[in-house]
């Protein structure tokens, strides 16, 4: 079963924040808080949404998405920013259900597009996503700018 995240949820999804960043090697990237999530999921201006599949009436993983916009098709699409199955429960069409949710989703909203990004090194994930059809962008590298450089960046704006 998938559904919408509710501020319950809150503890599940920063667990399941806090997994999948390990699993990337990426566990000392993760500052937010519930605190920081109840604000950006379920304040005045929810920045993202999440949905939660469930396994036997537990939690067995997440997708947090949001809405992007291409101006090539002029229509918003869907932007997949974190997936995640338990370890243990993985093998078991959870993540590809929760990929179909999210496909649906963007149909029935009207939107042009539903991507994500991966890591290279991640084979396990690059094959499930080329089994269900989805095709790398070649000749794009996604850019990003965080922390003090975003900062200094800001700051050199007059």
Known sequence: ???????????????????LADYE????????TEADLERTLFGEQPAAEVVIA??????????LFFRNYSTFLGKPGLYLEDLF??????GKGIGKTLLQFLAHT????????????VLDWNTPAVEFYRAIGAEPM?????????????????????
């Open 1 to 19: 079963m998938i559904r919408f995240a509710t501020r319950a949820d809150l503890p599940v999804i920063l667990n399941f924040i806090r997994q």
């Open 25 to 32: 090697k990426l566990a000392h990237e993760v500052t937010a």
């Open 54 to 63: 469930e396994h036997e009436g537990a939690p067995a993983g997440f997708a």
């Open 85 to 90: 199955v338990l370890p243990e429960l993985r």
């Open 106 to 117: 963007a149909v029935q909203r009207g939107y042009g597009r539903f991507e994500w990004s």
């Open 138 to 158: 070649e000749g794009w590298t996604v850019q990003r700018v965080t922390g003090t450089t975003l900062q200094e960046l800001a700051a050199s704006y007059t």
